[in-house]
Structure formats: C-alpha cells, structure tokens
C-alpha cells in the first residue's frame, strides 16, 4: 500500500485522519508509477496537494481554490490557480496550461455543494478527462448534514431515516434524500445504468452505453472511471 511507503505526518490534510487513503490505496495501487496529470479541486492550506505529488512520483500535480493562494509555496511539480469550480470558462483555462491532452485523476475536495460540484464535474469529464480516467469525489455525505447547505431542513424533497424501512407496492415511489451533494451522487448512479435506462420497456429503442466504466460509491467517497482508454 502506496500510503504505508510515505511519512504521513508530514502532510497537512485531513485527508490522512479521515481514513481515505485506505480507500486511495486499493483503487489507484496501478498508478502510482505511471506518469500522470492530476488536478484537486480545493485546497486549503496544499498539504493533500503535496501528499498527492510524493503519492505519485511521476505526476504532475495541478490544485485550484476560490481562495487566495499567494501565500502558499509548494515546491516541485504543483501549480496553483484560482478560481471557481463552478466556473467552465476557468476550468478550461486551468486545463489548458496544466493538462492539455486531458487529465488521468481529477479528485473534488470543493464546495462539498451539489450544483458546484455537477458543475465540474460534468465539464471537466465531458472535456477534459482522458478515456479510462479518473475523477473522485469526497465527502458527499455532507449532503446529508444539518449544518451544511444542502442538508438543510425546508427543501422540498424527502429526507428519510436509513434505518426505517416501508413496504413498497407497485410503482409506488420511494422516498430519497434526492438533492444537493446527495442528488447529484445518485445521479452518476442512473449515468451507470444508462443502458437500461435509456431501452426501457421499449424493446425498440436504442441502448446508450453509460460513460462510465465504473462507479464506486463509498462512505464519503465516490470513484468514477471514464469508459475507453
């Protein structure tokens, strides 16, 4: 395991106590050699940034934030920029000095809002991440808490209790925490079912393959793998 090899005391990010690098390690185990493009949307302080370039040896490790980052020094293979996540215009320029031929992983540690993080993520998967590569997703189960914008009480949705089950007939719906971070994540769900989504009961109909290759969803973390490459 890549994160056992590295002293992780010395990175600043919340990333380590959080217990994600468990999760890192076994899906990217494959590219920690490889030579790679890698955009983190969300900062802080750079500490996962620095972590992510002594991760991977060979990457090139870009970071954006809204906040001001002049005050951060780096060092070798990480480049700054700020602006929006919510921001196409901004996210092209970002991948037009650091990436591009496409980026290989781009990992949201954002607003942790769902429209800001559809926002990005569908601009940059669409445009510039590469055929068989990665964009992670953290911390979507903020989606979730009081505390935060998209958890809070007066949407019209339906929150439910996980722990409450109903019996459920016929074409009756059921209930689903649906918007914000939450909605968003469920919505990559129906992006991997594409395919029947889109034949539905009409034999007739053309299957559309999903543009995902893969979609793991995890407590706080959801991994998507672009089809192709």
Known sequence: MRSTELDLSMYDTDKIANGYLRSYDRMFAPLVDRELLLLEIGINRGGSLQLWRDYFPRAQVAGLDIQPLTQLDLGERIQLFQGSQADPDFLDQVARVHAPGGFDLIIDDGAHVGILSRVAF????????????????????TGYWDDWPDGQAGSESVVIDPLRSRVVTGNDRIPSHDYGMVGFIKELVDEQGAGDLTIGAQPSVQRRPSKFASLTVLPSLVFVQKAGG
């Open 122 to 141: 569908w601009h940059l998967f669409e445009h510039h991440l590469k055929p068989g590569g990665w964009y992670v997703v953290e911390d979507w189960g």
